[in-house]
């Protein structure tokens, strides 16, 4: 059969009691390795991507961010830079210029970084759960955003997350619950 859920597969039981088998969903010619993931090679490569996609924007902006610190702060007068810039920091405060590096870093930790980190386990699950809760708690303490309402509800949007994060290891633990006598 076909593995399951996560985007590297998971093993399956065949139909008529073969052994289990393993394939990629992307790609059903790669077949999965003895502990039911991609092989090293093309986990190698989703790390790559991650790093050069994912990783390699906020390395950018976070440099650029840094030469227009002082224009942006309002140390100096608006450089061309920090006015060009200004799509990544408009909508915060000015001493939280450098929030939206945080964003960024929280939509790769959960959609690409999650995903090779132990596919399909509790333990992937709950490395998303502390990293929701910790995103939330900075939410809630660095309050970025230049008004109340944004902040609000960056809150309530990120404790939201968090929540359904906690719900699917609720339901992921269901399953596993002994039944007592009908």
């Given amino acids: 059969g076909v593995g399951g859920g996560g985007g590297l597969g998971a093993p399956d039981d065949d139909a008529q009691g073969m052994a289990p088998t393993c394939l990629l969903r ?12 991609a092989p090293v090679g093309i986990r190698l490569l989703g790390w790559l991507n991650i790093v050069v996609y994912g990783l390699g924007p906020l ?12 224009a942006i702060v309002g140390r100096s007068t608006p450089t061309a830079l920090s006015v060009d810039l200004s799509l990544l920091h408009q909508g ?3 001493s939280a210029f450098w929030f939206e590096l945080i964003e960024s870093g929280r939509k790769v930790l959960l959609t690409g970084v999650l995903s090779l980190i132990y ?5 992937q699950l709950y490395i998303g759960i502390l990293g929701a809760f910790s ?13 109340a309402s944004d902040n609000f509800f ?7 997350l968090a929540f359904v994060l906690l719900a699917e290891l609720g339901l992921q633990w269901a399953p596993h619950k002994r039944r007592g006598p009908a």
Avoid: K, M, N
């Avoid at 992307?26 to 993931?37: K, L, N, P, Q």
């Avoid at 976070?62 to 030469?67: C, D, E, I, Q, V």
């Avoid at 596919?119 to 333990?123: C, E, K, L, Q, R």
């Avoid at 960056?154 to 939201?160: D, H, L, P, T, Y």
């Fill in 26 to 37: 992307e790609d059903y010619t790669v077949e999965c390795d003895a502990s039911g993931h």
């Fill in 59 to 70: 390395v950018a902006q976070a440099a650029l961010l840094y030469a227009a610190r002082d």
């Fill in 92 to 94: 915060y405060r000015a």
């Fill in 119 to 123: 596919p399909g386990t509790i333990t």
């Fill in 135 to 147: 995103l939330l708690v900075l939410q809630s303490w660095c309050a970025p955003y230049r008004t």
């Fill in 154 to 160: 960056a809150v309530v949007s990120a404790a939201a």
